[in-house]
């Protein structure tokens, strides 16, 4: 995660030199058609916008949404995880939201910024309002999001401003929110985990959404390697959502490959799921072996689990 392009020349920026800079352009994957979306209403976080439509556009019930870590482009991201192919297979329409450099040095969503991660402002904004009007265009009945990285946290911060949008959401080596409001608290969380414990997030979370009746499920998933966003931050993740689903651990699962955290509410159902993937580091897991698993590329790292397979059969996505 790199920060605001304003903030660069801070002298705390060298902590982040470790995260690759390498293009995704020369390594092979599938690639799709994208069509932009190109009004959307007010847009003061200055986004841009693609998305993708399965081939069957009558019958689309479904929206993903995308967001892309540091420098990266989402188009090649969706492509290369495998949401690309997962998508037309499955029948759900993407959109793929695109940070600028004009925005933010790395091309980072700037999570960490309160002038653009909180309710009807800024990037937040810009993101709700590209979600509503794609929903709106494809005739979607519910919406899914997910990111990497940056994108991962500002994923966290758009289930809590906008959780009555959303049917579930994901997030992959991402932060909770609210972590940080600064550059500071911003690396401190990047290094050492959220200031606050999960009851506190929670409380957080809720206070902002007092009148709110539904939530949406989580998973979260993190690389035990992660040198970029200490691991913390996802387990502390999972356990916010879990306070505020009022969900109980249900089931600990542990392999060669991962270890996983489940929790489910008073009916038994699963609301919240924590993935710690073994021997991999900051990014988001592929498997080339199996069918829409995904290709290696920098921040896409190979593993047992393709975690965009798992993330759609988690929401349920899969017929």
Avoid at 183 to 193: D, E, N
Avoid at 275 to 280: K, Q, T
């Amino acid at each position: 995660m790199y920060f605001k392009k304003s903030d660069y020349n801070i002298a705390l920026i060298p902590l982040l030199a470790i995260t690759l800079t390498i293009s995704f352009s020369s390594l092979s994957a599938e690639a799709f058609h994208f069509e932009k979306l190109h009004s959307f209403g007010k847009n003061p976080g200055q986004l841009t916008a693609s998305y993708l439509l399965p081939k069957n556009k009558t019958n689309v019930t479904a929206l993903v949404v995308l967001l892309h870590g540091c420098v990266q482009n989402g188009e090649q991201l969706a492509n290369k995880s495998g949401f690309s192919e997962l998508a037309q297979y499955y029948g759900f329409a993407l959109l793929l939201p695109q940070q600028s450099a004009d925005n933010n040095v790395k091309t980072c969503f700037n999570w960490y910024s309160d002038e653009d991660n909180v309710k009807s402002a800024g990037e937040s904004l810009s993101l709700i309002n590209m979600i509503l009007t794609l929903k709106k265009q494809t005739l979607a009945t519910e919406v899914y999001i997910a990111g990497l990285s940056a994108g991962g946290a500002m994923t966290s911060a758009m289930l809590v401003n906008y959780p009555d949008i959303f049917t579930a959401g994901a997030v992959v080596a991402g932060i909770p929110f609210p972590c940080a409001d600064g550059l500071i608290k911003a690396i401190s969380c990047m290094r050492s985990g959220p200031s606050q414990n999960a009851l506190e997030l929670a409380k957080l979370a809720e206070k902002q959404n007092s009148k709110l009746t539904h939530w949406p499920k989580l998973l979260v998933v993190t690389g035990r390697e992660d040198k970029v966003v200490n691991p913390k931050n996802s387990n502390r993740l999972a356990l916010q959502w879990s306070e505020i689903m009022q969900a109980k651990i249900h089931q600990v699962e542990v392999t060669k490959f991962y270890k996983k955290n489940s929790w489910t509410d008073a009916k038994g159902d699963l609301q919240v799921e924590l993935i710690n993937i073994d021997h991999i580091g900051h990014g988001i897991s592929v498997n080339p072996t199996v069918k829409r698993g995904g290709v290696e590329a920098p921040f896409l790292l190979k593993a047992s689990i393709s975690t965009a397979k798992y993330i759609v059969r988690f929401w349920g996505l899969v017929k």
